[in-house]
């Protein structure tokens, strides 16, 4: 059996912890694009950064474990992800919302 390797996967991410104001969103955005995933992340109004990402499943594992650590001055929580469904609104990059 052949695998598709090029399938693409979309998955939803909502950090906790102390990850606004410290530069959470910026950096993760910045490891999405250096893993070749397209999509967005935001803060939300209960302190909480959430977005969704996509590509190949490789490249968001490493996403997931990078959000377990984060940038330096963010202190994690908890991280909850799942596979979602493909928004058809993501573009061919990384953005901050």
């Given at each position: 059996?052949i695998q598709d390797?090029?399938?693409?996967?979309?998955?939803?991410?909502?950090?906790?912890?102390?990850?606004?104001?410290?530069?959470?969103?910026?950096?993760?955005?910045?490891?999405?694009?250096?893993?070749?995933?397209?999509?967005?992340?935001?803060?939300?109004?209960?302190?909480?950064?959430?977005?969704?990402?996509?590509?190949?499943?490789?490249?968001?594992?490493?996403?997931?474990?990078?959000?377990?650590?984060?940038?330096?001055?963010?202190?994690?929580?908890?991280?909850?992800?799942?596979?979602?469904?493909?928004?058809?609104?993501?573009?061919?990059?990384?953005?901050?919302?």
């Open positions: 059996m390797t090029q399938r693409q996967t979309c998955r939803g991410f909502v950090v906790s912890g102390r990850v606004q104001g410290v530069g959470f969103r910026a950096a993760t955005r910045d490891a999405a694009r250096g893993l070749g995933l397209s999509g967005w992340v935001r803060n939300r109004s209960d302190g909480c950064v959430e977005g969704v990402a996509l590509g190949q499943a490789g490249p968001l594992d490493k996403l997931v474990a990078w959000l377990h650590e984060g940038p330096g001055a963010a202190q994690v929580e908890s991280v909850w992800y799942s596979d979602a469904v493909e928004d058809q609104t993501l573009g061919s990059g990384f953005e901050i919302r």
